[in-house]
């Protein structure tokens, strides 16, 4: 069984860039969440997607998009960047059958290391 | 709005000795509550969760949880803590108020482990 996989590991780039991150989801899992951990920090919940639409999201303005493409892999984007979206993003995967519940069990990836310079 | 506090941002232990991690949470429905590991440069690992069934949890790498709903409690404890556990631990809640079981999580505890 193939985990939670994310890319790049690491990236740098400068203020007002634009950047994208991609994610695939553990073997079996439909549901993508996208957190992001600011050092020092926990995660915070940025959005989630489930079946190819997003299905709700945090405290986190609009420059910060994503995707679901069929294969259940995820894109997180996020425009005119700021110092402050240095970070960890971390994207977690989830089983939902009949709808998403608060039971279900997020898998993480080992999330990609983004500075902003 | 659900909630969680980690009492101790970081925690030292002498290896051999029990461990305990704190966490208090804050709810108005009954939660559903998890610990998750991470170690440097990593993601995040599930250790266990609380799910309304037995309220001792055990979950990997010899560590337990104990939810008390008097206390609002869900700490985290081994009884021999060893080097391999030095990591940052996280508990989290789940949120019922959204349709995304989206995570709340704590600020996190740092385990130092010592030899």
């Known amino acids: 069984e193939t985990g939670v996989t994310q890319s790049p590991t690491h990236l740098i780039k400068t203020r007002g860039q634009q950047v994208t991150l991609r994610c695939s989801s553990q073997s079996g899992h439909n549901t993508v969440s996208w957190y992001q951990q600011a050092l020092g920090q926990g995660p915070q919940f940025i959005f989630q997607y489930y079946r190819e639409e997003e299905n709700g999201r945090g405290n986190f303005p609009p420059r910060f998009s994503g995707l679901q493409f069929p294969n259940y892999s995820s894109e997180l984007n996020v425009n005119a960047l700021e110092l402050d979206d240095s970070a960890l993003y971390l994207c977690?995967?989830?089983?939902?059958?009949?709808?998403?519940?608060?039971?279900?069990?997020?898998?993480f990836g080992p999330g990609t290391r983004l500075t902003v310079l | 709005a659900q909630s969680v506090t980690q009492l101790g941002s970081h925690v030292s232990v002498s290896e051999g000795a029990l461990v305990l991690l704190r966490c208090n949470y804050s709810?108005?429905?009954?939660?559903?509550l998890f610990w998750y590991v991470q170690y440097p440069n990593q993601g995040l690992q599930l250790l266990l969760k609380?799910?309304?069934?037995?309220?001792l949890v055990k979950g990997i790498n010899g560590f337990e949880a104990e939810f008390k709903k008097s206390e609002t409690s869900f700490h985290l404890t081994k009884p021999s803590a060893h080097m391999s556990d030095a990591a940052e631990y996280f508990c989290a809640v789940s949120d019922h108020s959204s349709n995304t079981g989206k995570l709340i999580f704590g600020q996190g505890t740092t385990l130092q482990v010592k030899p």
């Open positions: 609380y799910t309304s069934a037995a309220t």
């Open positions: 977690a995967s989830s089983r939902t059958s009949g709808g998403i519940t608060s039971t279900d069990t997020q898998y």
């Open positions: 709810s108005s429905v009954p939660p559903y």
